[in-house]
Nanobody, 124 residues
Framework: QVRLVESGGGLVQAGASLRLTCAAS????????MGWFRQAPGKERDFVGA????????YYTDSVKGRFTISRDNAKNTVYLQMNSLKPEDTAVYYC?????????????????WGQGTQVTVSS
């Protein structure tokens, strides 16, 4: 059974950095994508970024390009989200996700497994 466990959220001031970690277990797909979504209060879950486990290609939503970086550690089956220059509008619960294959990265329905989420709060 696939299990995703996020950590690293917290309360920071605008301009600060945070690194989220997602430890995955039970992933047996031959090719798969891991990524991050976020959900602010009263809003839908939005795509943040994704990484192809096969070749490490990364994809980001426009609002985080240049500020957020996704990376992976194959040996640890862990994905990271490095968030720099955080803004109040980045405040949300951040979810780690995984899906078999690749493509259509921004569609929540493509991802079969979701972590429990970790809260990120950015104060102004």
């Amino acid at each position: 059974q696939v299990r995703l466990v996020e950590s690293g959220g917290g309360l920071v001031q605008a301009g600060a950095s945070l690194r989220l970690t997602c430890a995955a277990s039970g992933v047996t797909f031959s090719t798969y994508t891991m990524g991050w979504f976020r959900q602010a209060p009263g809003k839908e879950r939005d795509f943040v970024g994704a990484i192809s486990w096969t070749d490490g290609s990364t994809y980001y939503t426009d609002s985080v390009k240049g500020r957020f970086t996704i990376s992976r550690d194959n040996a640890k089956n862990t994905v990271y989200l490095q968030m720099n220059s955080l803004k109040p509008e980045d405040t949300a619960v951040y979810y780690c996700v995984v899906r078999p294959g690749y493509g259509s990265y921004a569609r929540p329905r493509e991802y079969m497994y979701w972590g429990q989420g970790t809260q990120v709060t950015v104060s102004s």
